[in-house]
């Protein structure tokens, strides 16, 4: 193993800027990584390891134990497992380590929890309300945007004006990890667009390229759409807590459910992994059962 040449801070300072520079990985996901590397790191000192290769695994299931005890829950252990078993390929890389000791380490099961939706009727009274001032054609758009496309909400803020192409109806968005997809555009969605571009210049500042901005003129904050979309869905009598996520979780349901192809699905939504797609085939077969357990002449209840 080569010569250490730093503290455990600087290795995850070194870490980071290897996610940042060579893997160009968002500002995000960044800070997420610290968090996670800084509790580990917390506990390292406290137990008197003054260097990442002194961590066993052993330990590494201590430290787990004693998060766990903490109350924290299984998936914010996955994510910091994960953390921890990165900046060990990095060391591993870096020759600042001999092994990985979080690997083969696993957090305490999730139970996975099915991601709300809206039906169908749901959304066609939050989607087909009128919108009487810029500021509701915009959240208008924004709305049919993410239904449409099944948008993540940091993918939506980050949309520039050139993004959208209405000659092929599709837009050019960048997802986690700097990654770039093509998506298509719905009907709905274009003429919700069209009819907010007509305004945006009402409000937009003269240099902003920001698709979507807030009433200062430039690019929207992520808070704002949330708290608009709250008070959107009371408006309309909607009793549900409705956020960005629910209508990408509603697209992927809905589309799903009409087309059966996971696949494409994974494609539009852009997962890295087809398992992150299939919960919403368990959100299809609660559908599927609810459809059975009505038609079904040996299902149905008697009277």
């Not at 059966?260 to 997962?271: I, M, T």
Request: overall charge positive.
């Amino acid at each position: 193993m080569g010569a250490d040449h730093g503290t455990l801070q600087e290795w995850i300072e070194r870490f980071l800027d290897h996610l940042r520079l060579e893997r160009h990985l968002a500002d995000n996901t960044l800070s997420n990584y610290a968090r996670d590397l800084e509790r580990t790191k917390a506990w390292c000192v406290e137990n008197q390891l003054n260097r990442w290769s002194d961590l066993t695994q052993h330990q590494v299931r201590a430290y787990v134990a004693s998060r766990h005890r903490k109350g924290i829950s299984g998936k914010s252990l996955q994510r910091e497992l994960s953390s921890l078993r990165s900046l060990f390929r990095y060391l591993l890389r870096e020759d600042q380590a001999e092994s990985n000791p979080a690997t083969g380490v696993r957090a305490p099961k999730v139970q996975r929890k099915l991601p709300a939706t809206l039906d169908a009727d749901q959304l066609g009274r939050m989607l087909d309300a009128p919108a009487d001032d810029p500021i509701e054609l915009r959240d208008l758009a924004i709305m049919e945007l993410f239904y449409s496309s099944g948008l993540r909400l940091a993918e939506l803020v980050s949309l520039d004006t050139r993004d959208i192409d209405f000659n092929d109806t599709t837009l050019e968005v960048t997802g986690k990890g700097s990654k770039t997809r093509r998506v298509p555009v719905g009907r709905k969605a274009q003429e919700a667009i069209r009819a907010w571009l007509e305004v945006r210049g009402d409000i937009a500042a003269m240099d902003e390229t920001a698709l979507f901005v807030g009433t200062r003129g430039k690019r929207i904050n992520p808070r704002t759409i949330q708290d608009r979309m709250k008070r959107w869905a009371i408006k309309q009598g909607i009793p549900r807590n409705i956020h960005p996520h629910m209508l990408r979780h509603s697209f992927a349901s809905h589309l799903l459910e009409s087309s059966g192809d996971l696949r494409a699905v994974q494609e539009l939504l852009g997962h890295a992994d087809i398992s992150t797609t299939q919960i919403y085939t368990h959100l299809d077969f609660q559908h599927l059962a609810q459809v059975y357990d009505k038609a079904h002449p040996r299902a149905k209840k008697k009277k």
